[in-house]
Antibody, heavy 125, light 107 residues
Framework: EAQLVESGGGLVKPGGSLRLSCAAS????????LNWVRQAPGKGLEWVSY????????YYADSVKGRFTSSRDNAKYSVFLQMSSLRAEDTGVYFC??????????????????WGQGTTVTVSS | DIQMTQSPSTLSASVGDRVTITCRAS??????VAWYQQKPGKAPKVLIY???NLESGVPSRFSGSGSGTEFTLTINSLQPDDFATYYC?????????FGQGTKLEIK
């Protein structure tokens, strides 16, 4: 069974940094693209970042561009989200989600068929 | 950027009812839309992808339709397990956008 498990969340002060990890199992990680999606308390879903299977394509939401960095280690079946210059509005649950990789023009996110349980990030002084 | 306007924000219905949730895109997006169900404290679960394709394992009472700018998720014969929040998602080159969500409540 395909599974994703996030870790690394916690409490951090505004302006601080945090690194989230997502460990995959049960599928051929090297052939799948991954996404990060977040959800502020009581709010809806917000796509954050996409990283292609070989890390050739990496995209970010405008709200995190320049502050967050996605990476992956295919040998360790893991994807990471390095977050810096954190703000209160970055508070929320961060989900790692496997991209279905639908065939379509261009590159980037498609639908997401496997999700982790999420890890909570709280940015507060 | 393409905006996805989802309606209604809240929907009250009874077990056995048929309900429809709509997402409108600010410009034509072909059929690049997915629908998700989320329950409190849980991760989202994909129901429909590419506007009308039913995810494996999802009950057939769920269906999706639409193309261009208007998309719908229909749930036939509501079951107790269906009361949750639903999101549409548009996927574009370089980015993705979710609708604001529809909370489906028991009447």
């Amino acid at each position: 069974e395909a599974q994703l498990v996030e870790s690394g969340g916690g409490l951090v002060k505004p302006g601080g940094s945090l690194r989230l990890s997502c460990a995959a199992s049960g599928f051929d990680f090297n052939t799948y693209h991954l996404n990060w999606v977040r959800q502020a308390p009581g709010k809806g879903l917000e796509w954050v970042s996409y990283i292609s299977s070989s890390s050739s394509y990496i995209y970010y939401a405008d709200s995190v561009k320049g502050r967050f960095t996605s990476s992956r280690d295919n040998a360790k079946y893991s994807v990471f989200l390095q977050m810096s210059s954190l703000r209160a509005e970055d508070t929320g649950v961060y989900f790692c989600a496997r991209d279905r990789g639908e065939v379509r023009p261009g590159t980037g996110t498609t639908s997401m068929d496997v999700w982790g349980q999420g890890t909570t990030v709280t940015v507060s002084s | 950027d393409i905006q996805m306007t989802q309606s209604p924000s809240t929907l009250s219905a009874s077990v056995g009812d048929r309900v429809t949730i709509t997402c409108r895109a600010s410009q034509s997006i072909y059929r690049w839309v997915a629908w998700y169900q989320q329950k409190p404290g849980k991760a989202p679960k994909v129901l429909i992808y590419k506007a009308s394709n039913l995810e494996s394992g999802v009950p057939s009472r769920f269906s999706g339709s639409g193309s261009g700018t208007e998309f719908t998720l229909t749930i036939n014969s509501l079951q107790p397990d269906d009361f949750a929040t639903y999101y549409c998602q548009h996927y574009n080159t370089y980015s993705a956008t979710f609708g604001q969500g529809t909370k489906l409540e028991i009447k």
